[in-house]
């Protein structure tokens, strides 16, 4: 069953992101942060080295872990989103399909969340805009 209401799982929520990259000794310097490693850093298990960038791989950024964490945070909270209910035929539903509305001035929306009637072959999907 979908968690249409988003009540089980919240994402980019606090307790969930609990690792840190490493800092280079100048980051440190210019952070005011001791440099000494700390058991959340992420480790390289083929050179045993402390992970210092990650690249998004839908973005294709490259940065520390917290920095793109926050951006992606700020990018998806700072402007207020559409979110709508539509109701579609069950065989052109597609969650993993990005939809667009010509009367919503061809926003693009990715689902949500969604409640399947069988009875009716229909879907009812939470949507939000990109």
């Known amino acids: 069953m979908s968690d249409i209401w988003n009540n089980s799982i ?3 929520d606090d307790i969930t992101f609990k690792f840190n990259t490493a800092l280079t000794a100048s980051e440190a310097n210019e952070k005011g942060v001791s440099t000494m490693v700390k058991l959340s850093n992420v480790v390289d298990m083929i050179n045993s080295n402390n992970v210092m960038n990650i690249r ?3 973005t294709g950024n490259v940065g520390k872990a917290e920095e793109l964490y926050i951006d ?11 979110i709508i209910d539509t109701s579609f035929r069950m065989e052109n539903f597609g969650f993993f399909k990005l939809y667009r509305f010509s009367y919503l001035l061809n926003k693009k929306f990715y689902p949500i969340g969604y409640e399947a009637d069988l009875k009716q072959d229909t879907v009812t999907i939470k949507m939000k805009e990109i």
């Not at 992606?72 to 559409?82: C, F, I, L, S, V």
Request: charged share 30%; net charge positive.
């Open 72 to 82: 992606d945070y700020y990018k998806e909270y700072y402007t207020p989103k559409m």
């Open 56 to 58: 998004n791989s839908i």
């Open 10 to 12: 919240q994402s980019k």
